[in-house]
């Protein structure tokens, strides 16, 4: 018998069985106390909610003249103007680049310190980098670019380096995760054929942990081409630059495209990760 | 004695072509205990579910305490719902809210719908609710949460929840079949007990004759989609029994 | 056999290569195009490392002083973006939802409206939102609420999609209307999922808040954009420093209280 059958007869015999020979009632069950931290939550974030609203001190006219504002930003920005589409079109492919680029430097960065952050492989040593990559992976990626700016320049190359030490920082979390939920069984087997630790890793961990690295890989691409057609705001290169520019020249329809183009890129990409995703499933 | 529920050449056609129920008719007296027997795929859930209209009949009709069901609106099938319990094979609970509350679900069709939707049952709903879980020994659990009773537990509150309706009939739709066979004994024990003592009628739909010969005043065979016996238990013969299930007689 | 088997795994060896070939193609024609080079990366690096040694360490404590209000600013923002946000995105997430949708095209609408919001990054929201509104925290709390949407409307339609159906069904029975099979067999399911991806959101509008700050949007991001334009690079080391605070700490927060309610 299933031990599960079993607990579940015993549960309901007890109550046949059990019930004559109470003489004394049984205790009336009282309502259990609600957990604190979700009490606490629920009257926090009301309450917070209000406060920070009253802290804000929003403008409600201007909310309302804004809006009205929003509007007719929308009407003069169609139809969207085809004029500059060749730059837009070259500034869309730069962004796709520095995101390629940037992701696949930020895929062979974590390849490495992936393995030098999982615990199971390097219990100190991996605590010290995890603690690290957490740290500069908190930091977003625009503010990275700002500071490449001030370092090497404008142009695409901040914008690659930039998305590099994000990706870079992300996946080493997440490659050290999946390389940590290899079977312990694995790890012990290599390594009672006496392999040296390299081996042990190329031989034992690599295959078990290669399909989870190129989805890992996959949706940091994701990520980072979202991150790339933005950087341009800030002057790190590609389509980002074309928005705002457009933008500050009051070139509505002209920002309009370069609005669309956006849209389309990361929409394509969105779908294309689904799809992915679908397949990986169904495997 | 007047019978309650009147099933008149029920069918039901789905779209996908299959004739799950044709020209089903037969009627129930109060205080009846009807057992339903037959292949999975017969028809039997299709027809409980033709009753309280959960499913859309395709033709007959189903009248209850007077009620005609076929024309009624949405209203009076709200009506006709809450005056008959339904049991599920699944429990079906609402896993993450309390016992009590489940069963309280029963006084849905009766209080107010915005009340209801907010869940602020009266007092005497309350009460009520209470002394039937005390009814079915489940007092210890009121306010538990569905999902951490064993499914013998969840079952009873199945039928609190039914019990809390105040039902003239109950349907209840493979009560035992997710069940081991000492859990699926406490079950029918408690079904059959609270039916007799409140002179509830009810249709249960099962898969094995042994259990519907031991329970039922009266049992209903199903064939794909038509019935094929209705009388006795006594006059339900091993050549009817094999008719019901086809080649191979009670191998559920 | 043994021939066919041989022959799978070289065709798949085949493929492997091409793939990965064609990809390492595909990142150096880019880094070709963007005129960069490997060892950009170690020039690169070197520079910045030398820019955060002599320039951003050691912080700044007396710019604390002045952060104090652009980082309660973020934290309003966040805060007020996630509930404005949630509660639209639950109502949409309604319409969106196939299980729960009155009909199939307003399904499409309002997936293809959240669609829209979504895929236009909150920066560039941030950048129209500061031209219509003009610049404050406002715009940042408009931009929050906006992203918020586009994903949560997604988040949420796909666990009311999830919800168990007998649940329902065994309420109906009972005879409760709409409203009330809605409160009381939907709503017990899909809380749980939404408050864990309502929380999600707050740690990931601070971050956003941040951003959408360096365009007008207020905040500490503001801060960090103006900082760095006049060269006060200790202050907004500061700034950084006590941004990572924030979403540690909400983090934690927004932890305790996801292990608590599923």
Known sequence: MKPELATEMANDLSYETALPLHLAEPPQPSKPRRDPWLVGAAWF??????????????????????????????????????????????????????????????VAVAAVFGFLAAVNLFPRLGLLIKGVAAFVRTI?????????????????????????????????????????????????????????????VFQGFLPCVITYFISWSVFRLEADIGESAILGVVGAGGIGYQISNNMRSYLLPETCFAALVVFVLVFSVELLSNWYKNKMNLK | ??????????????????????????????????????????????????????????????????????????????????????????????????????????????????????????????????????????????????????????????????????????????????????????????????????????????????????YATRIIGMRKGKMVFDGRPEDLTDRMISHIYGESPDKE | MEAQWLRIRRQKRVQTVTIVVLIAALVVWSAVQTKFHVLTVFGGLGEMGKLIVNDFLPPHPEALKGLIEPALDTIYMSVVGMVVGSLISAVLAFFAAATTTPHRIVLVLVRGFASVLRNIPGLIWALMLAFAYGIGTLVGTLAIIIYSVGSLVRAYAEILEEIDQSQLEAVKATGATFPQVLGQAVLPQFIPGFVAWSLYKLELNIRASTIVGMVGGGGLGFYIQNGLKLFHFRDVSMAIILMLVLIVVTEFFTNKIREKVI
């Not at chain 2, 029918?188 to 010969?213: F, S, W, Y």
């Open chain 2, 1 to 214: 004695m007047a019978a309650i529920l009147q099933v008149e050449r029920l069918s039901k056609k789905y779209s996908d072509g299959t004739a799950a129920l044709s020209d089903v008719s037969f009627e129930l007296e109060p205080g009846e205990f009807a057992a339903v027997i037959g292949l999975s795929g017969a028809g039997k859930s299709t027809l409980l579910r033709c009753i309280n209209r959960l499913v859309e009949p395709t033709g007959g009709d189903v009248s209850f305490g007077g009620v005609r069901s076929a024309k009624a609106s949405a209203h009076e099938v709200r009506l006709l719902r809450r005056q008959m319990g339904m049991i599920f094979q699944g429990y079906n609970l609402i896993q993450r809210v309390s016992v009590l509350r489940n069963v309280l679900h029963g006084r849905l069709g009766y209080v107010g719908p915005v009340r209801g939707a907010l869940g602020l049952f009266s007092k005497q709903d309350v009460e009520e609710a209470k002394s039937i879980l005390k009814r079915l020994g489940l007092e210890q659990q009121t306010y538990k949460r569905a999902d951490e009773l064993s499914g013998g537990q969840q079952q009873r509150v199945g039928i609190a929840r039914a019990l809390c309706q105040r039902p003239k009939l109950i349907l209840a739709d493979e009560p035992i079949a997710s069940l081991d066979p000492v859990t699926a004994k406490i079950i029918m024990d408690n079904l059959h007990r609270i039916c007799r003592e409140d002179g509830i009628a009810c249709i249960v739909n099962l898969h094995q004759v042994e259990v519907a010969k031991t």
């Open chain 1, 140 to 200: 977003p990626t625009l503010v990275w670019a700002l500071m490449f700016i001030v370092a090497v320049g404008m142009g695409p190359v901040p914008g690659i380096l930039a998305i590099a030490t994000h990706a870079g920082a992300s996946l080493i979390k997440m490659f050290s995760q999946s390389i940590e939920e290899v079977d312990e069984g694995v790890h012990e087997a290599i390594k009672a054929t006496g392999a040296g630790k390299l081996q042990i």
């Open chain 1, 45 to 106: 974030f009301p309450l917070f909610f209000i406060f920070s609203l009253w802290q804000l001190n929003f403008d409600y006219s201007q909310l309302a003249h804004g809006t009205g504002k929003m509007f007719q930003l929308f009407a003069q920005m169609f139809p969207p103007s085809l004029v500059d589409w060749r730059p837009v079109l070259e500034a869309a492919l730069q962004s796709l680049q520095v995101a390629l680029v940037g992701t696949a430097i930020g």
